[in-house]
């Protein structure tokens, strides 16, 4: 089984590193009204000749666009990507900092680190139950109060005994 998860992870739609280069072209486009090739280097820290493999590969894929004075803009299926991400990214470093009582800077790492690992159906679904759990729903407040409080009393790292309350289901146990 463990062969068949390691090798889904190249499977996703895209990699961590295209997915920061179509936020690139996001973010100097909403700054500054353009995005060239060089600019994103220059976001990104990184050669141009990266970005150009980059982009080159994400216009490709219908990603991106580029105009005659080589001036690039994310297509309808790049923007939704963008905004995808960007939805996880804050839900989840919302839940890392007000669930979990997470370091904020810490927090903004781990977001990102998820958000490019999971699933679009996994990133979906957990944005989702995100919203719902910092929602004004009274069970998602409850929730959250019960979770403060627990945390508090006996600490942050749970270890899986205490998480399934001594009964840990095979799944679980065969990984820990």
């Known amino acids: ?4 998860v390691w090798k889904s992870y190249e499977e996703n739609e895209l990699t961590h590193s295209a997915a920061h ?18 600019d994103i280097a220059q976001h990104l820290k990184i050669t141009k000749g990266s ?14 666009r580029e105009d005659h004075n080589k001036f690039l803009e994310l297509s309808d299926k ?16 919302r839940f ?15 977001a990102c680190k ?7 159906e996994t990133r979906s ?12 729903q009274p069970a998602a407040r409850v929730f959250l109060e019960a979770l403060r409080i627990h945390t ?9 005994e205490e998480v399934f309350a001594g009964a840990i289901p095979d799944g679980v146990r065969d990984r820990a």
């Open 1 to 4: 089984m463990f062969q068949e």
């Open 21 to 38: 280069h179509l936020m690139a072209v996001h973010e100097l486009r909403t700054r500054h009204g353009y995005a060239r090739v060089s």
């Open 51 to 64: 970005v150009s493999s980059a982009m080159k590969h994400l216009k490709e894929r219908g990603y991106v």
């Open 78 to 93: 790049g923007a939704k990507v963008v905004a995808e991400i960007e939805a996880a990214r804050m839900a989840f470093q």
């Open 96 to 110: 890392l900092v007000h669930a979990l009582g997470m370091d904020e800077d810490d927090a903004e790492i781990d």
């Open 114 to 120: 998820v958000e490019h690992l999971v699933s679009a």
């Open 125 to 136: 679904r957990l944005t989702h139950f995100l919203r719902f759990l910092f929602s004004e």
């Open 152 to 160: 508090l009393e006996h600490g942050a790292v749970i270890a899986a």
